[in-house]
């Protein structure tokens, strides 16, 4: 995520806070992914994927009013569909409608700052 300025002064300065907690969030299920032998029953995978669902529940109650705060609400998404083994890289490029490669590839655009 771009390191800008989070005061209380900036319009989406709540949105931006959120963001912070998540990208860490995020950070963490993806090494819990790289650590696991079993992704389907480790806890610790769980555990990263429960903390970004909350935050992600939170974030998607804001509007954002600026770039940066529609960079927050691209990471919701972004972690969503992001391919585990291959960091910056999101389900959906290969897709056969072009609405879905177009989502994708806008979406990608908007996280290439928080690619693992």
């Known amino acids: 995520m771009n390191a800008h300025v989070t005061s209380s002064l900036h319009p989406d300065a709540e949105l931006l806070a959120l963001g ?3 990208y860490s ?3 963490a299920e993806r090494a819990a992914f ?4 079993d992704i389907i029953n480790d806890s610790a995978i769980e555990a990263a994927a ?3 669902r909350d935050l992600a529940s939170q ?3 804001l509007a954002p009013k600026t770039m940066d705060g529609v960079r927050v609400l691209a990471m919701v998404w972004g972690q969503a569909y992001y391919l585990s083994e291959q960091p910056g890289q999101y389900e959906g490029s290969d897709s056969e409608y ?3 490669r177009a989502a ?3 979406m990608s655009f908007m ?3 928080v690619a693992a």
């Open 59 to 61: 974030i998607v109650t």
């Open 98 to 100: 072009p609405c879905e």
């Open 20 to 22: 912070k907690a998540f």
């Open 34 to 37: 790289v650590a696991s032998r």
């Open 50 to 52: 429960d903390k970004c």
């Open 25 to 27: 969030a995020w950070q």
């Open 104 to 106: 994708n590839a806008v």
């Open 111 to 113: 996280l290439k700052d």
